[in-house]
């Protein structure tokens, strides 16, 4: 069974940043996309950030030239940098990770817990 361990969740006032962290562990062939996803008290979950295998990124309008998502495969992890944070980007942001299984070789999607982000003004 594979496993996300998300961090790096907090607050911070507006225009300051934080660093996300997503660590996938366990029986792995290989990992596909890996991205990053929030939801405001009220709303619907939405894509944040994505990163796919071969490096190609894909942001949230809202976000663009403010986050940075990132993956280094070597440690299955994906990072998401966040600067300028703004009121709006609070939420809770929740790790995706697609894999294919080491024991099934079946594709598998799998979600994090969630790491909370406060935003003051």
């Known amino acids: 069974q594979v496993q996300l361990v998300e961090s790096g969740g907090g607050s911070v006032q507006a225009g300051g940043s934080l660093r996300l962290s997503c660590a996938a562990s366990?029986?792995?062939?290989?990992?596909?996309?890996m991205g990053w996803y929030r939801q405001a008290p009220g709303k619907e979950r939405e894509l944040v950030a994505s990163?796919?295998?071969?490096?190609?990124?894909n942001y949230a309008d809202s976000v663009k030239g403010r986050f940075t998502v990132s993956r280094d495969n070597a440690k299955n992890t994906v990072y998401l940098q966040m600067n300028s944070l703004k009121p709006e980007d609070a939420g809770v942001y929740y790790c995706?990770?697609?894999?294919?299984?080491?024991?099934?070789?079946?594709?598998?999607?799998?979600w994090g817990q969630g790491t909370l982000v406060t935003v003051s003004s």
């Open positions: 990163v796919s295998s071969g490096g190609r990124t």
């Open positions: 995706d990770v697609n894999y294919v299984s080491g024991v099934t070789w079946v594709k598998v999607e799998v």
């Open positions: 366990g029986r792995i062939f290989s990992i596909n996309a």
